[in-house]
């Protein structure tokens, strides 16, 4: 990652933590960390006042199998509880799991239950601290995500530091290309919540259709425009 890419991150981190949102990291610089937030301030689609919505629960490769993921999670739990939250929610994939999107499986063995399914295959789980709390679920621009608009549209955020630099790489070879690309660069929390995917920190759509949350190189981008090099 760039200093570049690591400095949009931590802007956009300063500016979240006066709305409570909460970033633990290991020791292991950079390979551990979980980041939540309350879910009304959530950059994300869905009706979830009352909860912690989980941003990003991330354990690297070489990480992994080590209870780290147990031990963060165990953090955002306790803290559910001590300030009096109904629970904690999150994405995933249905099914399986996705770049970019919480384990499913990891989910379901920590007793987490789906709330909502969007049209995508991705779910909205949800893990209750207080007895009886509503589920959260998500927004029917969410639920239903689909755009009129042809050609290529990306929507996303500084959340992920990675968007930094292949989104304008993207940008650069579609207009190589003659491929029609159009960006919205997601600013705020209120056009967050409205963005129609359940997705906000990357949500590529082709000709009305949400395609993927998976950040594209400018390679995997051309594939799924049809452009072989």
């Known amino acids: 990652m760039s200093g570049k890419q690591s ?3 931590k802007e956009w981190l300063k500016q979240r933590f006066a709305e409570g949102l909460v970033f633990y990291r290991s020791v292991e610089r950079g390979k551990c960390f979980i980041e939540y937030i309350p879910a009304e301030n959530a950059w994300v689609p869905i009706e979830a006042d009352g909860w912690f919505y989980i941003n990003c629960l991330w ?11 147990n031990d963060l999670l165990e953090e955002c739990i306790r803290d559910a509880k001590m300030q009096g939250r109904k629970g904690i929610c999150i994405l995933c994939a249905e099914g399986r799991k996705r770049e970019f999107l919480a384990d499913p499986k990891f989910l379901n063995h920590k007793g987490f ?28 621009c969410a639920k239903h995500p689909t755009i009129e608009k042809t050609g290529f549209v990306l929507y996303y955020t500084d959340q992920c530091p990675y968007t930094y630099y292949w989104v304008s790489r993207v940008q650069q070879v579609a207009k190589e290309h003659g491929i029609m690309f159009k960006v919205i660069h997601i600013m705020d ?13 990357y949500a590529l759509f082709q ?14 981008f051309l594939a799924l425009a049809g452009i072989l090099e």
């Not at 709330?115 to 029917?140: H, T």
């Not at 929390?189 to 920190?201: D, F, L």
């Not at 000709?207 to 950040?215: A, C, D, E, H, R």
């Open 59 to 69: 354990v690297s490769g070489s990480m992994n199998g080590h209870g780290y993921s």
């Open 113 to 140: 239950k789906v709330a909502d399914i969007s049209d995508c295959g991705i779910n909205l789980m949800y893990l209750p601290v207080e007895k009886d709390a509503q589920p959260p679920k998500f927004r029917e």
């Open 189 to 201: 929390k209120e056009s967050a919540q409205n963005v129609p995917a359940p997705v906000t920190t």
């Open 7 to 9: 400095l949009a991150k």
């Open 207 to 220: 000709n009305g259709k949400f395609l993927t949350q998976s950040i594209q190189s400018d390679k995997k």
